[in-house]
């Protein structure tokens, strides 16, 4: 037993020796994309994620609003005066983001672009728009604008001035794209993460068996951690009201928009989700933020876990039973 023991321990240390880990950066889609590997081959590892890291520029071509060519672009440009054809993905992509509209009750929208503006929330001063000015960027806002014909796989926006975004979908999809490729290629262990904020932990490290160990940042002092997690198979996203904000006469308004009434939501600071799937803890972490801890609680699926933040220093961070 002891000769056994003793090569066992011998065996151990050479297959530690062997583990390599491999990690990578690219620019996609507005954010960074991440990818740690833990593997034997080298050569193979970097393969993997040059696979993994073509599909999400693969996917920067598809939902870039910002890149004249690509189909987000032409939607945007085209569906307010004819329906447009889509690519299947596409087409599948936006009746999902309208069912997640549904389901949330509008707290979702990818047609929140004109509220955003009217914020100074895209490209230009930041700033409290006039009642007015809001009226005005709601009349364009609202999913029921989008419409969507299964058969002829087209999209139509049925106003004028309708547009449509996809920075409260993109990363999270575009995560588990790169996922589903890795997998593909053989990989069992995996980190893939989008600016830090849209993360998937794909099996375990090598030296974790309960999976990538992940630290939610204080919303009040980020010197501090709220919680530790471990991603097995799972994914985590977290929506803060710090992550663009201003302030005017001494309140402070976030970039976290209610699409229903036009204004900044300020019931949270802080709400990381975690989730199988990295589009739905993306997604999801908007109208929970929104919505509130009691309604949250009564909607999030019991296998999901939401750790909520109030939007005051005195109110901990507590996970949502």
């Known amino acids: 037993m002891r000769l056994s023991l003793a090569l066992l321990a011998a065996l151990l240390l050479v297959n530690s020796a062997e583990v390599q880990r491999v990690e990578r950066t690219t620019d996609a889609m507005g954010a960074t994309f991440s990818v740690v590997l833990y593997g034997s081959d080298q050569a193979a590892m970097n393969q993997e994620i040059d696979d993994a890291f073509d599909e999400v520029h693969r996917l920067d071509e598809l939902l870039s609003n910002y890149k004249l060519a690509s189909e987000w672009s032409r939607i945007n440009r085209e569906a307010a005066t004819h329906a447009v054809v889509v690519s299947p993905e596409l087409f599948q992509l936006l009746s999902d983001c309208i069912e997640y509209s549904r389901a949330s009750e509008g707290t979702f929208d990818l047609t929140v672009g004109p509220l955003m503006r009217a914020w100074g929330f895209f490209g230009g001063e930041r700033r ?29 926006f049925d106003r004028p001035g309708a547009e449509i975004d996809p920075g409260g979908v993109g990363k999270g999809y575009a995560v588990d794209r790169m996922v589903a490729i890795l997998r ?35 919303p009040w002092d980020h010197r501090y951690n709220a919680a530790q997690v471990f991603l097995k198979d799972m994914s985590l996203s977290t929506s803060g009201s710090y992550e663009k904000s201003f302030r005017v006469g001494g309140h402070r308004y976030s970039h976290i928009m209610d699409p229903r009434r036009g204004v900044p ?10 989730a199988p799937r990295t589009i739905d803890s993306e997604i999801w972490a908007k109208p929970y933020f929104i919505q509130g801890r009691d309604w949250t609680a009564a909607h999030k699926p019991k296998s999901w876990k939401v750790l909520y933040c109030e939007n005051t220093a005195a109110n901990a961070c507590s996970w949502v039973e």
């Not at 019931?267 to 989700?273: D, E, L, P």
């Open 184 to 218: 593909a290629r053989g990989s069992r262990n995996a980190l893939v993460a989008a600016s830090g904020s849209s993360i998937f932990g794909l099996g375990n490290p090598p030296d974790e068996t309960r999976g990538w160990p992940i630290s939610i940042a204080d």
């Open 128 to 156: 409290v728009p006039s009642p007015d000015q809001i009226r005005d960027a709601l009349a364009l806002v609202g999913y029921q604008h989008i419409q969507l014909n299964a058969l002829e796989r087209t999209v139509y």
């Open 265 to 274: 939501a300020e019931g949270a600071v802080q709400v990381t989700v975690l």
